[in-house]
């Protein structure tokens, strides 16, 4: 099993920016990719940011040249820095780590930009 517990959500005004981390702990050997997901009220969850363990990554188009996806591999945390943030990006956003046969999520967090 993996935990995950993301933390850095918040309330903040457009064209802010805010920081998310996961950070995570257990049966963390053979986790191939990590990612970000988000699901905003009414609407299906999506692909935000995604890293592989090669250090590749890709974004969903909205973000790109706003939101970059980091990890510490020392720390076992996997970061979203969102800038320029849109009333359109408030949702809660999740973390995955994703290994060959299966997938671990954390709990959420909150993410509100205000217009």
């Known amino acids: 099993q993996v935990q995950l517990v993301e933390s850095g959500g918040g309330l903040v005004q457009a064209g802010g920016s805010l920081r998310l981390s996961c950070a995570a702990s257990?049966?963390?050997?053979?986790?191939?990719?990590w990612g970000w997901y988000r699901q905003a009220p009414g609407k299906q969850r999506e692909l935000v940011a995604r890293?592989?363990?090669?250090?590749?990554?890709n974004y969903e188009d909205s973000v790109k040249g706003r939101f970059t996806i980091s990890r510490d591999n020392a720390k076992n945390t996997v970061y979203l820095q969102m800038s320029s943030l849109k009333p359109e990006d408030t949702a809660v956003y999740y973390c995955?780590?994703?290994?060959?046969?299966?997938?671990?999520w954390g709990q959420g967090t909150q993410v509100t930009v205000s217009s």
């Open positions: 890293i592989t363990s090669g250090g590749s990554t």
């Open positions: 995955v780590a994703l290994k060959q046969w299966d997938d671990y």
């Open positions: 257990g049966s963390i050997w053979g986790i191939n990719a």
